[in-house]
């Protein structure tokens, strides 16, 4: 049994405009990593695709080249909302080309919605909800469809779904993810600008799932179930990409890195007493960050902490982020940087009950925040989050999948004129964070601390200053 795995590129572009992305960002897809990691370890055989373009643009030459060189009886596909439609026109095109391999999908955007995407794309023959490593295994090696937990599949004319999977993985007992199968790593990959000191980096998600319920996240994978792996893990991770790649920092990609205390204090510790000359970023969440955490993170060799603060207007705060002391975000940016380490804010404009006057409050909270990096997306209401339920009850939304990135306003709220105005408000508040005088300040002494960064800032300027221009306000 051969499996292909395909990381579809999707629409990561602003509506309008040409997609420039990947000068500004390129992650690896770690969840199809694991996944080939997994099935390797106990003999199957796989491959990994990674798309580099959308298919309206590079077509689906590259990827039926790659299905009649490598003869997989499986396909698998992972897909988030704005990838999926990508991904069933690629699945089509296989299904044309090859008709006997079977096309599988996972993901959160299929685990949200289920037997409602085989009930409309025919070329997907099974649907893998939640954890995938086991369901894949299984599917791979031959085992009865009815006997695959979180599996949704045809029979007949008939749409059978076995539930939710419920003997989950032991996180330490999975291999690491296979790099050394993605062309071109990690060198073709390459985080966002200024977000680390020295190239090449890696990502590494060390948790799954989460035990709050935010208004706009989407928990269909891993559900209120929380998961992580220990210290000892994440320290023989780093070191494995430090010998086999030359990484130089990590970002941790958890919502969650710093849940549990005992398992920080212990990977800080053996950082600073096995030291991998490595780098790392984090996210922290408010109750969860005390000064003594900060200054073991820093010790360790943690260059920036993230914090999803989400909006700087209380009402809205407090509706859609659970369990979060609104007083406590502005002392919690204070003690990061008094710590020595880049504290980066993460926000959401156009959240349910948003107006101009709660933007306008945001953007005040921001200015007075000094935070060192900043990052808005736009509010998407992603099928399996809460919000979803009840959206059109708040305002307009054009659930256009291919658009729902956070690039692209896709719902206008009630207390906001038109989709216009949105992104108007929008671009405002980026030029206006972009030109502050904390901004400018601290941006100069970046291009020393990350000459990686400097140069790519040079290299690719044609292509950021169009990307700049694309979000600058329309003169009136």
Not at 163 to 188: C, I, M, N, Q
Not at 403 to 416: A, S
Request: glycine share 8%.
């Amino acid at each position: 049994m051969r499996v292909l795995l395909i990381n579809p590129f999707g629409s990561n572009w602003v509506e309008g405009s040409d997609d420039k992305s990947e000068t500004a960002i390129r992650m690896a897809p770690n969840g199809l990593l694991s996944m080939a990691a997994y099935l390797e370890q106990r003999g199957i055989e796989t491959a990994i695709h990674d798309c580099r373009g959308p298919v309206k643009r590079i077509g689906t030459s590259a990827i039926l080249s790659r299905v009649r060189a490598f003869r997989p009886s499986l396909v698998g596909f992972t897909a988030v909302t704005s990838s999926f439609p990508d991904a069933n026109l690629q699945a089509e095109a296989i299904k044309q080309a090859e008709p006997a391999v079977r096309i599988v999908v996972g993901g959160v955007h299929v685990s949200a919605l289920r037997g409602r995407i085989l009930e409309r794309f025919p070329a997907i023959d099974l649907i893998v909800t939640g954890e995938g490593e086991q369901a894949l295994y299984e599917l791979a090696s031959g085992s009865r469809l009815e006997t695959v937990q979180g599996l949704v599949y045809r029979e007949g004319k008939e749409i059978r779904d076995n539930g939710l999977r419920t003997d989950l993985v032991e996180l330490d007992s999975l291999p690491f993810p296979a790099y050394g199968k993605l062309e071109g790593y990690p060198g073709s990959f390459e985080a966002a600008l200024f977000n680390y000191p020295k190239a090449p980096t890696a990502t590494i998600i060390s948790s799954r799932g989460c035990p709050y319920q935010c208004s706009y996240c989407d928990r269909s994978v891993y559900r209120r179930s929380f998961r992580y792996n220990s210290a000892d893990y994440l320290y023989e991770h780093m070191a494995f990409l430090k010998k086999q790649f030359g990484i130089r920092h990590v970002f941790f990609y958890d919502d969650l890195f710093t849940f549990n205390r005992e398992r920080i204090e212990k990977l800080c510790a053996m950082l600073r007493s096995k030291p991998l000359q490595m780098t790392f970023n984090c996210a922290v969440r408010v109750g969860h960050a005390d000064d003594d955490l900060l200054r073991m993170l820093k010790a360790a060799g943690c260059w920036m902490v993230s914090l999803g603060i989400e909006s700087g207007a209380p009402e809205i705060l407090a509706r859609h982020k659970t369990k979060v002391d609104f007083n406590e975000m502005r002392s919690t940016v204070k003690r990061i940087q008094k710590a020595g380490l880049r504290a980066k804010g993460l926000f959401m404009m156009g959240l349910p009950g948003e107006t101009e006057e709660t933007i306008r409050t945001t953007t005040d909270f921001i200015n007075g925040l000094e935070l060192d990096d900043m990052n808005m997306t736009k509010f998407t209401p992603f099928p399996g989050s809460p919000i979803y339920q009840n959206i059109h009850d708040e305002g307009t939304f054009e659930e256009k999948w291919e658009l729902m990135n956070c690039l692209n306003f896709v719902f206008v709220p009630k207390g906001i004129g038109s989709k216009e105005r949105l992104d108007e408000l929008y671009k405002q508040f980026l030029k206006q964070f972009y030109t502050g005088r904390n901004w400018v300040r601290k941006f100069w002494p970046l291009l020393f601390k990350s000459p990686h960064s400097t140069f790519r800032l040079i290299k690719g300027m044609p292509t950021f200053l169009r990307i700049k221009n694309d979000f600058e306000p329309k003169q009136k």
